[in-house]
């Protein structure tokens, strides 16, 4: 169960960041334009990312309950994942605030820019403590499961390649060495890690299931 709720949510999150028009993407007024012209789409990836973050909680209090015995480092990961999930409802927030900044019955004149200009600067700072340890918290969860033999080097090893993607495409943009690597790439990349975890979990609770049911037989 545990793993198949940590797949859905998975999935979720990346359809989230699919559905925003231009993730990363930190300017006020392109922000405003885009989702001015994707507001169904934006609307939809809201309640979605908000759904996913309860989501996210469900796994990883039942989780926490599957490695209770498990070492400290598992822990780790899930109250930084946890701390994450904070962050990745907030962030749905921010995302509603400029939806409804793009309204019909709304202006975008320079103090909706401006507030906009705060959230995006102030805001923004607030924010990224809170959010930064779901994708750090990720990958220390699935060292720490790898570790204790819960599941395989799979999604360490795609998380890793994650980290590795969006810090590149970062010194892309800011050097101008290279094109920056689009967000959703890397975005999905984590995804893609975090649905390995849940599918490994799975796995292991079959084979766990199955070796009690042969034993149970045998005795």
């Known amino acids: 169960m545990t793993g198949s709720i940590l797949m859905l949510a998975s999935l979720g999150f990346f359809i989230s960041w699919l559905l925003m ?5 930190t300017n006020t007024y392109h922000i405003l334009s885009i989702v001015k012209q994707s507001r ?14 309860v989501l996210y909680l469900i796994a990883l209090f039942q989780l926490a309950g599957i490695s209770f015995r498990q070492k400290r480092s598992t822990l780790a990961g899930i109250i930084l994942m946890a701390i994450g999930v ?12 400029a939806y409804f900044m793009t309204d019909d019955s709304v202006t975008l004149e320079q103090d909706v820019v401006t507030v906009m200009d705060f959230m995006q600067t102030t805001g923004v700072a607030f924010l990224l403590p809170i959010l930064l340890p779901f994708f750090v918290g990720s990958l220390v969860l699935a060292i720490a499961l790898n570790k204790g033999a819960m599941i395989t080097k799979t999604s360490w090893f795609t998380i890793t390649a994650a980290f590795g993607l969006g810090i590149l495409s970062l010194l892309g943009e800011k050097t ?5 690597v689009p ?3 890397t975005l999905g990349l984590f995804a893609i890690g975090q649905a390995f975890i849940g599918f490994d979990l799975i796995r292991s609770s079959y084979k766990h299931k199955s070796a009690m049911l042969a034993y149970q037989y045998q005795n």
């Open 21 to 25: 028009p231009d993730p990363g993407t």
């Open 40 to 53: 169904a789409s934006v609307m939809a990836s809201i309640i979605i990312q908000i759904i996913t973050s």
């Open 86 to 97: 904070l962050g990745l409802c907030a962030d749905a927030f921010f995302h509603l605030l």
């Open 176 to 180: 101008h060495i290279c094109q920056p």
């Open 183 to 185: 967000m959703i790439v």
